[in-house]
């Protein structure tokens, strides 16, 4: 079974600084890891997906992450934060078959200007 | 080209009684997706529906039910509305019947619903 945790449930940083939203899973086999963003009253967009092969993935608009399978996590981080990051972000795994998908509960995050 | 769309937006129920709602995959997409998201919560996985045929279930009671048609696109269905069922329902798509993992899934922008 697949389980996601995010720590911390709010996040503010001011702008320009670094965003780190924090992602651990638990998984009996390697996982497949993403991170959505939801801005308000809309759906999930897909920021950055890890499968297979190089560990640090890089996403849209400057986030990245990095998959370490010894801390079982996928932490997402972006160098200097915009305005416009301000929303609620989620972290997710699924099991290679692949048929059932598993959300952590969310980070909002928030840009101080 | 169109994204995954959701009817309606939002949508207000009273308890005990039944609700579809409605989704139609991004264009080129064969499989859809079905969550509840809780306010303050992340979205619950409902079940996926493949080839006209539920494919995988979440933790869910049988009062939600699905249907996918020929053209792709899918109802949610559930009966006898509880307090709890209030939530965002997410339609998400993607291709080709395969696990989640090649395919990114697409999601629309949820039905609102609210039960009185």
């Known amino acids: 079974a697949q389980s996601v945790t995010q720590l911390g449930s709010h996040v503010s940083v001011s702008e320009g600084a670094l965003v780190l939203l924090r992602c651990n899973y638990s998984s009996s086999v390697p996982p497949y890891l993403f991170w959505y963003v939801q801005y308000p009253n809309q759906g999930l967009q897909l920021l950055l997906k890890y499968t297979t092969g190089a560990t640090l993935v890089k996403g849209i608009n400057g986030f990245e992450a990095e998959f370490k399978k010894s801390e079982t996590s996928f932490h997402l981080t972006k160098p200097s934060a915009h305005m416009s990051d301000a929303a609620e972000y989620f972290c997710a795994v699924s099991d290679p078959t692949g048929n059932q998908f598993y959300f952590g509960t969310g980070t909002s995050l928030t840009v101080i200007p | 080209d169109a994204g995954v769309t959701q009817s309606p937006t939002h949508l207000i129920k009273t308890r005990g009684q039944q609700v579809t709602l409605r989704c139609s995959p991004k264009?080129?997409?064969?499989?859809v997706s079905w969550y509840q998201q809780a306010l303050g919560q992340g979205p619950q996985f409902i079940f996926q529906y493949y080839e006209e045929e539920e494919r995988q279930r979440g933790n869910f009671p049988d009062r939600f039910s699905g249907h996918q048609f020929p053209n792709y696109s899918s109802e949610l269905n559930v009966n006898a509305l509880l307090l709890g069922d209030s939530a965002l329902y997410l339609c998400?798509?993607?291709?080709?019947?395969?696990?989640?993992?090649?395919?990114?899934?697409?999601f629309g922008d949820g039905t609102r619903l609210s039960i009185l």
């Open positions: 998400a798509s993607s291709l080709a019947g395969r696990g989640f993992g090649n395919q990114p899934q697409h």
């Open positions: 264009s080129g997409h064969d499989t």
